[in-house]
């Protein structure tokens, strides 16, 4: 279970002005549920997912991981079980394709040939053919398949937890209904416990057992699609008008 408890993290801005990034944010994913995180822009949502793997470090509250503290945990540890997928892929650009997605399984004493048998799987799942992607460079990807590199490489060690941000953004529809599909299928097979950013209500829909909808910093409504959909809450009905 990933838990937040009455987190807010402050930025000092300009003039000593205090940006609350996340603000006094409590929520709970359960095991083996995704959590979709929706809001406009500067919301809070890059920052909320990033304290989760002590990416950032809160000003106040607590994160807990599978019960404890994460401040309790061994980093290596925690973010071993943690997948991150960045916003914008995230990639090493003097890395191929495939090592990007090996390193951690390198990194984590795997054999060659281990590594190389689960980057195959990997990229045959994100439908990027070994033979064709895995010796290209990120550079020589467009946009989506960056992306989808991305949401391989957090899965390199099978973690227990998922964090991808905005991992489907930059997809054309077609693809990105390939890919919710796969999503889908995966989190049925294997139980990830995963907050996922969107700015697309409808795939929050499609993918999300919970939604949280962020204004300003807070976490204005967390529940359910039907919750979400029967909120009257001005930000929410704003966001619902488009679909
Ligand atoms: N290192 C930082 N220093 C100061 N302010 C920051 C820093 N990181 C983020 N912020 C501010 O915190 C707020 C939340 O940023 P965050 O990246 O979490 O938003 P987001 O919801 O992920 O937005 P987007 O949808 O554009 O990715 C913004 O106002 C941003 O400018
Ligand atoms: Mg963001």
Same mark, same amino acid.
């Given at each position: 279970?990933?838990?937040?408890?009455?987190?807010?993290?402050?930025?000092?801005? $300009?003039? @000593? *002005?205090?940006?609350r990034a996340v603000d006094s944010v409590s929520l709970q994913v359960e095991d083996g549920q995704t959590l979709c995180l929706i809001g406009t822009s500067g919301s809070g949502k890059t920052t909320a997912m990033k304290l989760v793997n002590r990416l950032i470090e809160p000003t106040s509250g607590t994160i807990r991981v599978n019960g404890r503290d994460v401040r309790e945990h061994d980093l290596i540890q925690l973010r071993r079980q943690i997948g991150y997928v960045l916003q914008f892929?995230?990639?090493? $650009?003097? @890395? *191929?394709?495939?090592?990007?997605?090996?390193?951690?399984?390198?990194?984590?004493?795997?054999?060659?040939?281990?590594?190389?048998?689960?980057v195959r799987s990997l990229l045959?799942?994100?439908?990027?053919?070994?033979?064709?992607y895995g010796s290209r460079y990120p550079v020589e990807l467009s946009g989506g398949q960056r992306q989808r590199v991305g949401v391989a490489r957090a899965l390199s060690l099978d973690p227990q937890y998922l964090l991808m941000d905005e991992p489907f953004g930059a997809l054309d529809p077609i693809t990105r209904h390939q890919l919710h599909d796969e999503f889908l299928e995966i989190?049925?097979?294997v139980q990830k416990t995963t907050i996922l950013v969107t700015h697309d209500i409808k795939e929050a829909f499609i993918l999300g057992d919970l939604i949280g909808v962020m204004d300003q910093g807070r976490l204005v409504q967390i529940g359910s699609t039907e919750d979400i959909q029967a909120s009257t809450d001005p930000f929410i009905q704003s966001l619902l008008h488009n679909v």
């Open positions: 279970m990933i838990e937040l408890i009455e987190v807010t993290k402050t930025y000092i801005g $300009p003039n @000593q *002005t205090n940006i892929g995230g990639l090493f $650009p003097h @890395q *191929t394709v495939a090592e990007n997605i090996g390193l951690l399984c390198q990194m984590d004493g795997w054999t060659k040939q281990q590594t190389l048998e689960r045959h799942m994100v439908n990027l053919p070994y033979e064709s989190k049925q097979k």
